[in-house]
């Protein structure tokens, strides 16, 4: 179950509630029984495994390439 993070709007407090997704939201403040709002937070981004950055991508030393033949004639 999800944790849901509530805030009134009359005195300020702040509060968590633990709620599953089908249940309403809650409309009362618990300290003085005012109308609260659910407050939303970015989701964290986590990165993980290679490729993520420039130098992942790149050879630590550049390849030598072969001579190229002249051609006869």
């Given at each position: 179950?999800?944790?849901?993070?509530?805030?009134?709007?009359?005195?300020?407090i702040?509060?968590?509630?633990?709620?599953?997704?089908?249940e309403?939201?809650?409309?009362?403040?618990?300290?003085?029984?005012?109308?609260?709002?659910?407050?939303?937070?970015?989701?964290?981004?986590?990165?993980?495994g290679?490729?993520?950055?420039?130098?992942?991508?790149?050879?630590?030393?550049?390849?030598?390439?072969?001579?190229?033949?002249?051609?006869?004639?």
């Amino acid at each position: 179950m999800p944790t849901y993070e509530y805030k009134c709007v009359n005195c300020g407090i702040r509060f968590e509630k633990r709620q599953r997704f089908d249940e309403d939201p809650i409309k009362k403040c618990p300290h003085c029984q005012c109308e609260v709002q659910r407050v939303f937070h970015s989701a964290p981004i986590i990165f993980k495994g290679s490729g993520f950055y420039v130098t992942d991508s790149r050879n630590p030393e550049p390849t030598k390439q072969a001579p190229r033949k002249q051609p006869t004639g």
